[in-house]
């Protein structure tokens, strides 16, 4: 089996593993940020990655795939922590008013945490 039939069939059986045991929801969207986050492609693949050790979790259930699973979370989080400092102090830095700019992002932060709860 060549390493491409060995991809094709693991994409295969994630998306059917996902679908059997993990329907998707509808959930309804409150609202969305002008200036979501970019998400590079490494972020993108991290977050996948994550995706697939927590079925590999559900399934087996062990301690080190627990492990595993909390040490690529705690990964994934300080990628979209850098990725958002990277993006508020784009952002101060090409405002004309420093002060003020801070405060939106303030702003924003807190309006974001009240509707998570």
């Known amino acids: 089996m060549s390493d491409l039939d060995a991809n094709k069939s693991y ?3 994630h998306c059917f593993i996902q679908q059997c045991f993990f329907p998707m929801i509808k959930v309804p969207v409150v609202k969305k940020w002008k ?6 492609d490494e ?5 996948r990655v994550v995706e697939a050790v927590q079925t590999i979790h559900n399934v087996k259930r062990d301690e080190n795939s627990r492990k595993l699973l909390s040490f690529l979370k705690k ?3 300080e990628c979209f922590r850098d990725a958002n400092k990277q993006k508020n102090s784009e952002y101060t830095a090409s405002g004309q008013d420093r002060t003020r ?8 932060m807190r309006q974001i945490l009240r509707l998570g709860k």
Do not use: A, G, P
């Not at 972020?43 to 977050?47: A, C, F």
């Not at 700019?101 to 924003?108: C, G, P, Q, Y």
């Open 11 to 13: 994409e295969i059986f």
């Open 43 to 47: 972020t993108s693949k991290l977050k």
């Open 75 to 77: 990964k994934l989080q």
């Open 35 to 40: 200036n979501q986050l970019e998400i590079s």
């Open 101 to 108: 700019s801070i405060w939106k992002i303030i702003k924003r």
